[in-house]
């Protein structure tokens, strides 16, 4: 389910908004004030700005009258499309206007005072670091302002910004892209002082192309940022694309991290105790620069993210970290739940159920895969996998389905239910490799037909994953298994 759009009560002037989007004013007061922006009329309120995006089902201009029985205070529209029941203001692009109205909004509030602001993308890993950056900003800087659930693309990352306030004293935005251009937008919107790309590997390779494409667009983070790169030590295709000009800040597990993944020890509670060694130039003299702190999130991709966010937060701080300030990260590391639906685990009628079902590419399911696997070996418990079909990849969809069913069987699953077309397809190519002799198949349909699948498989005490892709609906497995 899409995250909601939170409201806002921003405030801009009629000739403010005119200014900043370049368009031009038709029935407006200038000096009126208008309090919040809005791009859906159902969620309108009095004395907002209706903005009029046009969709690839839907058109905003199609709601103008509606905006104005609402009472909006004036309406961003495209040219020749002002009406006369509403002020409005005529632009060349609603989205770029947009866009721009969230960018002058973040200008104004660090012209007021210091606002550390960091972006983070990568082809995964993206949502639960922002949120473990966003539990240590609040360690460290206070009240943060972090980018709610999904929402990280050319629509979401400005209504974010809108809901800015005084009160806020961080800013961690997640940014997104399934297409070429979108991470140059939103970098030139946030201007961030950090800018981190966590990795690179095949996602919506339909729209981004290449590996080296999508190494190229992830890339563009980097081409606002206004003090540091954050990187990852085992990414050389990110390493190699930082600007030379910009200082970088590296989180990794190889010895010339400055931000290093030390150990994993799994405990019996289930837990994770981790070790961070940070480059002693990242702490104050005489303070000791390891940090160790016991997670609640699964895998070692979960522990290499807190490395992440670490070397983040770090690289928004003006100062070194002292002692203090390292121990309140780890205590935020330690209180962090995993996020929805991202590997979070649910006891269900004596089953360990691994729910990753918001959303699934080559990378995530490597990671999902390898976490499972390790979570039933510590229990000493089988493993079912469903797995659903991984959309938007285009040409590399086949060979991606292949090497993921690969990594299934290489684990010896008690069962595997391959669901959705692309997975069925990569289920039948290792059948007439016989890559599947040892372990029991099966292919579904769909999520509704993997639920009736599995119902008379399971034994209490197993440990099962489920994930695909968002539009596969596989929470709807996990659904008929409470």
């Known amino acids: 389910m899409a995250t909601p759009i939170p409201s806002n009560r921003c405030p801009f002037t009629v ?6 989007t370049g368009g031009k004013g038709f029935g407006a007061d200038e000096t009126a004030q208008a309090e919040g922006i809005c791009t859906d009329t159902r969620s309108l309120q009095r004395g907002m700005v209706f903005v009029a995006l046009k969709g690839a089902t839907t058109d905003g201009h199609d709601h103008l009258a509606q905006a104005a029985e609402r009472g909006a205070a004036a309406a961003v529209v495209g040219r020749s499309r002002a009406v006369a029941s509403l002020p409005c ?13 969230a960018r002058h909004h973040l200008r104004r509030t660090r012209a007021s005072r210091c606002l550390p ?15 473990l950056a966003a539990a240590a900003s609040r360690a460290l800087f206070g ?26 004293r961080a800013l961690v935005l997640e940014c997104g892209t399934n297409m070429r251009g979108e991470i140059a937008h939103l970098a030139r919107i946030v201007e961030p002082d950090a800018a981190m790309v966590l990795n690179v590997d095949i996602e919506h390779s339909e729209g981004l192309g290449s590996l080296e494409e999508i190494a190229d667009e992830e890339a563009q983070m980097f081409s606002t940022a206004r003090r540091f790169a954050v990187v990852c030590t085992e990414q050389p295709l990110v390493k ?10 590296t989180f990794g597990t190889s010895p010339e991290a400055d931000v290093r993944l030390v150990s994993r020890t799994i405990l019996e509670t289930g837990r994770s105790r981790i070790a961070i060694k940070l480059n002693p130039l990242l702490v104050k003299a005489e303070e000791s620069p390891l940090l160790i702190t016991e997670i609640g999130l699964l895998g070692g991709a979960m522990a290499l993210n807190c490395a992440a966010a670490l070397a983040g937060v770090i690289a928004m701080s003006p100062q070194p970290l002292s002692g203090e300030q390292l121990r309140a990260v780890g205590e935020a590391f330690a209180s962090a739940r995993p996020v929805a639906r991202r590997l979070a685990v649910e006891s269900i009628n004596g089953m360990i159920v691994i729910d990753d079902s918001y959303n699934a590419q080559p990378p995530s399911m490597r990671v999902a895969i390898a976490t499972a696997s390790e979570v039933a070996a510590n229990a000493k418990a089988r493993l079912v996998m469903v797995l659903g079909d991984m959309l938007e990849l285009g040409s590399l969809s086949a060979s991606s389905h292949d090497e993921t069913i690969v990594a299934a069987l290489a684990c010896r699953p008690a069962l595997l239910v391959a669901t959705g077309p692309e997975m069925a397809s990569a289920l039948m190519r290792a059948r007439d490799r016989r890559a599947t002799d040892e372990v029991e198949c099966m292919m579904a349909r769909d999520s509704d037909d993997a639920a009736r699948l599995i119902a008379g498989k399971l034994h209490r005490g197993d440990v099962i994953l489920v994930k695909g892709s968002l539009g596969m609906a596989m929470d709807r497995v996990v659904a008929s298994l409470r």
């Open 143 to 168: 009240a943060t302002l972090a980018t709610p659930g999904n929402l990280n693309n050319r629509i979401g990352v400005p209504m974010t910004i809108f809901t800015l306030t005084n009160e806020h």
């Open 117 to 131: 602001t960091i972006a983070i993308g990568g082809a995964a890993g993206k949502t639960t670091t922002k949120e």
């Open 89 to 101: 203001i005529e632009v060349d692009d609603t989205l770029i206007a947009l866009g721009n109205l």
């Open 240 to 249: 190699s694309r930082v600007p030379a000009h910009l200082p970088v800040v």
């Open 15 to 20: 000739a403010e908004i005119a200014s900043v």
